[in-house]
């Protein structure tokens, strides 16, 4: 028997298995976290050239749309528990690789580059599986809360793993303590997903087959509100994001240092952090869909008015603004895609959900380094934050469905 009333702030800790996957999770992610800034850092120290940094981007997406059909097969397929053991441990041994490569002498950056496609390996693998688990964690009258609270967790490593990751490199002056620290941090989150002891998983009944393969594409496709809400997301994060070009403004235009650097990339998190557990408690309930395209525009004049900053306080506060805004839009985009999907194509869904969010985020690190080697940094990130503002313009008229949404208690899963 579930204890606590479906609105209590803390509903989701009330269940053991909820608490080991958050710990997972939050190791996993501030090691991954840490790793992002030591090796932007080395390759922008070593080259100077910002296309280097996408890159990084584009080596870790690559996996995610290779393999994007079996991402979500497996995940519906396999026990999702073993799937995530599996990449964890890759991670880890990722991680190992890339101290292997700091120690190394003439060793070309490309064989980082490879590494990095196994990282974009695992974490294609686990999106699906991790996505398509924690449902079966929580009751559904605790399912919004415990939303609510990943996110925020998911927050918390956003910030703890930059600021880690960048004060370590500051203090050693090299990037070889970071990676054993990440390496922790994953044997970390094996041992936590190891304890795990979620409900019996049914697997898809049926041999594997390419309409099997592509029933999530035909889903997504079909439901305009999932198919709105990730295409929001994914165009606004791949014009807007700046994240992929923080080292140059740290090392050039703001003087700031690997610990500097750190703190740009921790401040996004905080403000979504801050924002997530606001909806912990006071939970989004009313006009999500409208509340969501707002929050998007005010992330694109966010990404212009940091362009422009030449101020570190000034670039930590809209940075801020930004995560916090960003943040809703996860918020709702991840409660709509859970709870207008059955739980059986969950998995493959959700691989059609984190191919959207690679695209946005690892895809949009690609972007922003190809169009800062042609424009300059500064305009790049300005052309991208104004593209961001026309792309909710576009995506409010294109998908009515998402903008009339008045409750998210009032979605439920269609017919498959």
Known sequence: MVSGQPGAALAAFEHRDFRLYQAARLCMTIGLQMQGVALGWQIYSRT?????????????????????????????????????????????????GLLALTFATDVSIRWAYAVLFLVGTARAFAGPASSALMPNLVPTAHFANAVAWSSSIWQVATIAGPALGGLFYSLSGSAAHVYVGCAALELGAVLF?????????????????????????????????????????????????????????????????????????????????????????????????????????MFGLCTIAFGLSRSFV????????????????????????????????????????????????????????????????VPAVLVGGVGTCLIVLACAAAFPELWKIQRLSDLRPADP
């Open 314 to 377: 000034v670039s930590l506060l809209v940075l801020f603004v930004a995560g916090a805004s960003d943040m809703v839009s996860v918020f709702v985009r991840h409660t709509v895609v859970q709870l207008t999907t059955p739980d059986s194509m969950r998995g493959r869904v959700s691989a059609v959900n984190l191919v959207f969010i690679g695209a946005s985020n690892e895809l949009g690190e690609f972007e922003s380094g190809v169009t800062a080697a042609w424009l300059g940094v």
């Open 193 to 297: 997903t190891f304890c795990l002891r979620p409900p019996h998983q049914v697997p898809e009944a049926g041999a594997a087959s390419l309409s099997r393969l592509l029933a999530g594409v035909r889903y997504v496709w079909k439901s305009k509100i999932i198919l709105g809400s990730i295409s929001l997301d994914l165009f606004a994060v791949l014009l807007g994001g700046v994240v992929a070009l923080l080292p140059v403004f740290a090392q050039d235009i703001l003087r700031v240092g690997p610990a500097g650097m750190g703190a740009l990339r921790s401040a996004p998190g905080a403000g979504a952090a801050v924002i997530a557990i606001l909806l912990a408690f006071r939970p989004l309930e009313r006009r999500p869909g409208k509340i969501m395209f707002a929050c998007v525009g």
């Open 48 to 96: 100077k050239n910002p296309l280097d940094l996408g890159y990084v981007g584009l080596a870790e997406f690559l996996p995610a749309i290779v393999f994007a059909l079996f991402t979500g097969h497996t995940a519906d397929r396999l026990n999702r528990r073993r799937v995530l053991l599996g990449c964890q441990s890759l991670l880890a041994l990722c991680s190992l």
